[in-house]
Every structure is written in structure tokens, then in C-alpha cells.
């Protein structure tokens, strides 16, 4: 099943890339500038694509992502210190992103004769990503067959959808993914900073599936008292 996708360069992404790339279906890497704090996770996605040699398309949002403010990814609002799974990390949302990503990618899809479109969207998403939920990607699909209609038929393809991140984790590591060459961090630091939800959510990831994190985080201890305060709560 030859299978466009969408990748950030983050640990998710690039675990389903070399997952896809193990079983053979992986035919292209699509990527997004728009207008991050950052540009690290870019450099991630475009050195996945060389490694596993297929095409890399870098799409360029910057404008649009302009326009999508009120998030801590696209403005100079700070990003907050803490588990995911809490309210402070919803101004990290940047609006309608991942519909906005998938419709472009499935535009690239059916021009390139490809059967599906793959997103690492996964559970750990659902409590502040609207756009990571099964209702999202299901209703996404339906929609997406029939702007295509008679024209492509492609796929959304979600396999960690209701998964967790230990368990993308564990799928990475089986697929030989080099966890080192993954960036998660929203800040964009020199390392990983270790206190922002993405890499707290990665340490928990790693621990749970019990698999060694190769990541050098500035902050490496943080992560367990973020976590423990959550279940507490």
C-alpha cells in the first residue's frame, strides 16, 4: 500500500515512517512550515526521508500559520511546563492544523497515484487535540472520499490512533526507529528541555514501554514529578 506521510519529525511520525518503510508501503514524506517557534522538528522529518529514500515534499504554511494565532507554537506565548494531559498545555492548540495538514496531503497523495495517507496522531492526543481524535479522523476519511470521488480513492491510515505513546514507543523500537534522531520539544533548545508536555510525555513513553531513551534532555528528573503530580491529581 503505497502511503504518503505526514510527518513532524517527532518521535510519533518518524517511528511510523520506518514502521511503514519495515512493511514496504512508504512512498513519500510530507512536512509543514508554518510558522512554528522552530524549525528543528523540519530538519528531523527531512533527514528521515533521506534515510529511508524517499521523496520529501516541504510544504510552506508560514503565511497561514501567521494568521493562526492564540498558540504558544506559532507566537511568543510561553510554552507551559508540565504533563499534557493538563489544562494549562491547550495553548499549545494551533486551530484546525491537522485538518489543514491532511487535506494538502491527500492532494499530494492522489497526484502521486498513492492508496493512503498515514498520521501518527495516538490516545495520549485525545484529552487536548480535538484534531487527533477518532471522530476527527473518521469523519476526516469520509470526507476526504468524497472530495475524491472518481477521481482517487485513498486512505487515512491511523494505526496508533487509539494507542498509547508507550505503545508507539515499543512499534518504533521493533522497526528499528533511532530514537536520537527524533525531536519532540516545543521550545527548540540546544537539547530537549525536559519540562515542556511533549518531553515529559516522551520519558513517560520511553519508561512505560521499557525501552532506553537515547534523548539528553537539560532537565532529565522533572518528568517524574510532572507525572506524579497528574495521578495525584
Not at 512493511?23 to 524549525?39: M, P, T
Not at 497523495?109 to 495516538?122: C, K, L, R, S
Not at 480513492?153 to 523500537?173: C, E, M, N, Q, Y
Not at 520519558?203 to 534523548?215: C, I, K, R, S, Y
Request: aromatic share 8%; glycine share 10%.
Amino acid at each position: 500500500m503505497k502511503t504518503t506521510l505526514v510527518c513532524s519529525g517527532g518521535l510519533d511520525s518518524v517511528s511510523l515512517a520506518h514502521v511503514l518503510a519495515a512493511a514496504g508501503d512508504l512512498s513519500r514524506i510530507v512536512s509543514f512550515d508554518y510558522g512554528q517557534r522552530h524549525r528543528k522538528e523540519i530538519d528531523f522529518a527531512a533527514a528521515c526521508a533521506r534515510r529511508l529514500g524517499v521523496p520529501f515534499h516541504l510544504v510552506d504554511l508560514s503565511a497561514l500559520g501567521a494568521a493562526l494565532t492564540g498558540s504558544a507554537l506559532t507566537g511568543d506565548i510561553d510554552v507551559p511546563d508540565g504533563h499534557y494531559a493538563e489544562e494549562t498545555m491547550k495553548i499549545t492548540v494551533v486551530p484546525n492544523r491537522n485538518a489543514i495538514m491532511l487535506a494538502i496531503a491527500y492532494g499530494i497523495a492522489a497526484a502521486n497515484g498513492d492508496d493512503a495517507v498515514a498520521t501518527a496522531v495516538h490516545g495520549g492526543d485525545h484529552f487536548i487535540y480535538p484534531d487527533c481524535r477518532p471522530a476527527f479522523t473518521e469523519a476526516f476519511d469520509a470526507m476526504q472520499r468524497a472530495a475524491l470521488d472518481g477521481y482517487a480513492d485513498v486512505a487515512l491510515h491511523t494505526p496508533f490512533v487509539r494507542r498509547s505513546k508507550a505503545d508507539i514507543v515499543a512499534a518504533g523500537a521493533q522497526a528499528g526507529t533511532p530514537f536520537a534522531e527524533t525531536w519532540s520539544c516545543y521550545k527548540g533548545g540546544a537539547t530537549h528541555c525536559g519540562r515542556c508536555g511533549t518531553c515529559v510525555e516522551r520519558q513517560e513513553a520511553f519508561a512505560l514501554a521499557g525501552v532506553a531513551d537515547p534523548t539528553v534532555y537539560a532537565d532529565p528528573d522533572f518528568w517524574r514529578a510532572a507525572v506524579a503530580g497528574r495521578e495525584q491529581g
